[in-house]
């Protein structure tokens, strides 16, 4: 069984940045690709970032492009999203996720494990 744990958010203002962390269990974390995303009541979960199990290709949603930074440890187990210049429309609930292969698509289907979310807010 595989478990990621989720780590980091929290409340900042307009401009700043944080950084989420994703433990996951296991030995295989470097086989699989990994990817973030948000949620908001209502609204379908957005795909943010996604990275390959090597880290060697990464990409982004346009509307985070340029702000935030995907990345992994596999020597850790651990995914990163960086996350700078935070807008109010950033406020979301995160989500890591674990895809089926070495690479993944966009689509939150494709992925078969995911951390227990968390709370991220921006302030104007």
């Known amino acids: 069984q595989v478990e990621l744990v989720q780590s980091g958010g929290g409340l900042v203002q307009a401009g700043g940045s944080l950084m989420l962390s994703c433990a996951a269990s296991?030995?295989?974390?470097?086989?699989?690709?990994m990817a973030w995303f948000r949620q908001t009541p209502g609204k379908a979960r957005e795909f943010l970032a996604r990275?390959?199990?090597?880290?060697?290709?990464?990409d982004y949603a346009d509307s985070v492009k340029g702000r935030f930074t995907i990345s992994r440890d596999n020597a850790k187990n651990t995914l990163y999203l960086h996350m700078n210049s935070l807008k109010p429309e950033d406020t979301a609930v995160y989500y890591c996720?674990?895809?089926?292969?070495?690479?993944?698509?966009?689509?939150?289907?494709?992925?078969?494990?995911w951390g227990q979310g968390t709370q991220v807010t921006v302030s104007s």
């Open positions: 996720a674990r895809g089926g292969g070495s690479g993944s698509a966009r689509g939150s289907g494709g992925y078969t494990y």
């Open positions: 990275i390959t199990s090597s880290g060697g290709s990464t």
């Open positions: 296991g030995r295989t974390f470097s086989n699989y690709a």
